[in-house]
């Protein structure tokens, strides 16, 4: 899979900037955003097989020459969020390889990271969820986990990515319904609107 089949498409991206014209009245009136947690809902069967599968999979990816490139790249954009160099590449190379393995674009991944919880592995929202993608602790019972732990970066990864494309998937490629539902907001534009925000201005590589 080349750079160019991991990004958003065009179309999903015009349908950001359609939503952003709407929003756009709360946010120039300074608004504040209410703290977002990651998918909340019971889980649906189809989910929770496609998660347990995910989590017992191998732990060990092969990263193409492009990807050190993209590193590079999103290692300048994150450095104001994670000061720290190792830390920083040691988490854009899980980021990568998770996202890859999902079939998800990596820099949507990172604006879904940075609205959730401005990457602080250790974040818990007011409703109970955890880590840098803001996944509920009962999806760990759910597929027969519960020993796991999801301050553990590639835990929380791999199960946000695995619950994200299966969103995606399920509303046929509608990024903002997709973000909805894994956010636990459906019909409503708040928080699909913010992560397409943190998309363009930050992550998205036009």
Request: a positive charge; charged letters at 25%; glycine letters at 8%.
């Amino acid at each position: 899979m080349n750079q160019r089949q991991l990004r958003p498409s065009r179309q999903a991206i015009g349908a950001g900037a359609r939503l952003f014209g709407i929003l756009m009245g709360g946010f120039c009136l300074g608004i504040p955003l209410q703290g977002y947690a990651g998918p909340t809902a019971p889980p649906e069967p189809e989910l929770r097989d496609l998660l347990l599968r995910s989590v017992d999979a191998a732990d060990s990816f092969e990263h193409p020459y492009d990807a050190e490139v993209w590193l590079l790249d999103m290692s300048s954009r994150l450095s104001r969020i994670v000061p720290s160099d190792a830390e920083r590449l040691e988490l854009l190379r899980m980021v990568h390889a998770e996202a890859r393995r999902a079939k998800l674009s990596p820099e949507l991944v990172l604006a879904v990271i940075e609205v959730e919880s401005r990457f602080d592995r250790f974040a818990i929202s007011v409703a109970g969820a955890q880590g840098l993608m803001q996944i509920m602790p009962f999806w760990l019972k759910e597929i027969g986990h519960p020993q796991d732990n999801l301050f553990i970066v590639q835990t929380n990864l791999r199960m946000g990515c695995t619950i994200l494309k299966y969103y995606l998937d399920r509303e046929k490629g509608n990024l903002v319904q997709a973000l909805a539902r894994y956010n636990g907001s459906l019909g409503r534009l708040e928080y699909p609107g913010k992560v397409i925000e943190v998309l363009n201005k930050r992550w998205y590589r036009g």
